[in-house]
C-alpha cells in the first residue's frame, strides 16, 4: 500500500497550477504588445486542464490527477485605439490592442494561487499523516 499516493496525484495539479501561474504572468506582461514576431498584437494564452488516470502498482482504486491538455491563444479580437503617432497605427490612425484584459487575468492570478496553495495543504497533510503512520509502526 502506498502512504503517500495524495501526493502523486497532487504533483500533477500543482504542476498545472504553476504552468497557469507562467501563462497568467506572460499575459500581464504582454498587456500591452502591439507588435510580436509573428507581426500583430498579442494574443492572450489560454490553459486548458484535463485529467489523466495515474497508474497504480498493485491493487486499488485508480487514481485521477490533473495535468495541461493544452495553452492555446483566445481569438477574441484586441480593442482598437486612435492613436496616429504609435508606430503600429495604419493609415487610418488605429492601432489594435492586445486581447488582454487586466482584471481577467488578475482573477485568474487569484484563482490559480488558491488552487496551489489548496494543493501544497494537500501535500503537507499527506506527509504528517505518512509521518504518523510509520510513528505508529514504530
Known amino acids: 500500500m502506498n502512504l503517500i499516493s495524495g501526493i ?3 504533483a500533477g495539479a500543482l504542476n498545472a497550477q504553476k ?21 500583430g498584437p498579442y494574443q492572450r494564452q489560454v490553459v486548458s486542464f484535463e485529467t489523466e488516470l495515474v497508474r497504480q502498482q498493485g491493487a486499488g482504486p485508480a487514481l485521477q490527477t490533473v495535468k495541461v491538455a493544452s495553452v492555446t491563444a483566445d481569438p477574441t479580437p484586441g480593442q482598437q ?3 496616429p ?5 495604419g493609415p487610418d490612425g488605429m492601432v489594435t490592442m492586445p486581447n488582454v ?3 481577467y487575468e488578475m482573477v485568474d492570478l487569484i484563482t ?10 494537500v501535500v ?4 504528517q499523516m505518512a509521518e504518523k503512520a510509520l510513528q505508529i509502526g514504530k
Open 81 to 83: 485605439v486612435y492613436n
Open 8 to 10: 502523486d496525484v497532487t
Open 124 to 127: 503537507k497533510n499527506a506527509r
Open 101 to 103: 484584459n487586466l482584471s
Open 19 to 39: 504552468t497557469r501561474l507562467d501563462i497568467v504572468a506572460q499575459n500581464i506582461a504582454n498587456a500591452q504588445t502591439t507588435r510580436t514576431p509573428d507581426g
Open 112 to 121: 490559480a494561487s488558491r488552487a496551489y496553495e489548496a494543493n501544497l495543504s
Open 85 to 89: 503617432q504609435h508606430p503600429d497605427a
